[in-house]
């Protein structure tokens, strides 16, 4: 178990760049316009021997409105019930301001243990805060920098009690063998419904969801559990067409998408009912399998759809425009009804299972004799015809393969498709990107002289 630390503040005081700095990764977006972060944030982050998992949060921006602002507060709410102490931070080089006197009331009404920090102490001139923000009543302030590492011994200090506290250390639980979670990324365009599906899988308004579009702009990551199956459930900002993007802050949100979809083992597109599959879906999805993930394609807002219309055009799209991967899963869904989610995940750890396939070595080379027996490969650059002796697989997660030959030189990709095409349903491996390799075998009398 690990002690769980939220950090609090009002905007552009440095809440994600502590959020990374603990964490050790740059995983929050950090930007000088105010009010960047909207979903809490959850990562583990280890200081010195302290387990911590480590809550980013919203600023506070009070409104008595049912808007973006009202349900971002909301969220850092909730973070402040979730965590067994929290961490406000406020701007030194800025003073004390309203809106931390506020949150300083509100903090102390929840009873949660806080620790003060003076964020932004580089220099001495900030002296002035620190005395300031006594007036809090939070404690003594510790001088802090967040972005050069200043105040970390004395936060490490300040924490030692909490881990006392809290932590219970289960020696059996650790001796078992722990299974590594599945990384599933939920991408999009905006306004398709993944933050929505995402609170739908985990039954809890854990993302931010409205009508405004690109609520969501940092990946989201979420601990979660499956019929017994752990899953790191990443929510991630919609993806617009490149040339739509000139803010540098979208720029920033895409890129941490990419890296997020990129980075994750599954990846669900979703996309919606009323105009599946545009340009901008098949943008990502060949990106998706270009990188080697497996695909699943959740058709969402299926409940208010024009459902013959949505499924004609979207086995059409599959046929004609995602050509480099058949048969990927489609599902529809309807995340705000929670309609068809089993059937979601269900698809998902069948890719799964397919994208970490190992064919024994002996049915892979009788298939592959029999496929050259029925198509002999044609002649080559050199008029010679290519002989192709054998195939290994090289690794999983995608399945990757080897053909050796001792002239491969001029094989056609129409040649490449034909064994793919094949190896895909000779060992149902549909809806997965597979990568063929021609490589050269060395000649055994080179080296004789």
Sequence with gaps: MSIKVAIIGRPNVGKSTLFNRLVGRKVAIVHDKPGVTRDRREASAKLRDLDLTIIDTAGYEYSKE??????????TQKAIEEANVCLFLFDARAGIQPYDEHFADILRQSNKPVILLAN?????????????????????????????????NDLYEALIPFN??????????????IERPLQLAIVGRPNVGKSTLVNALLHDDRMLTGPEAGVTRDAITSEWCWNGHKINLVDTAGLRRQSKISDSLEKMSAANTKHAAFMAQVVILVLDADAVLEKQDLTIARKVIEEGRALVIAVNKWDIANRKEALDQLNYKLKTSLTQVEGVPTVTISALKGEGLDQLMRAVFKVYERWNSRIPTAP??????????????????????????????????????????????????????YLTNNLRETFDLRGIPLRLTVRKTGNPYDDIK
């Design 66 to 75: 049912n808007n973006l602002e009202r349900r971002m507060w909301e969220q």
């Design 120 to 152: 932004k102490c580089e220099g001495r001139e900030q002296e002035n805060s620190i005395h300031e923000a006594y007036k809090l009543g939070l404690g003594q302030p510790i001088p802090f920098s967040a972005e050069h590492g200043l105040g970390i």
């Design 164 to 177: 006392k506290k809290y932590i219970k250390v289960n020696i059996e639980e650790k001796n078992e063998e």
């Design 364 to 417: 892979l080379n009788q298939w592959f004799a029999d496929m050259i027996d029925n198509y002999p490969p044609p002649l080559g650059k050199n008029k010679r015809r290519i002989k192709l002796r054998y195939i290994t697989q090289a690794k999983t997660r995608p399945p990757a393969f080897y053909i050796f030959s001792s002239n491969p030189e001029g094989l056609p990709e129409s040649y490449l498709r």
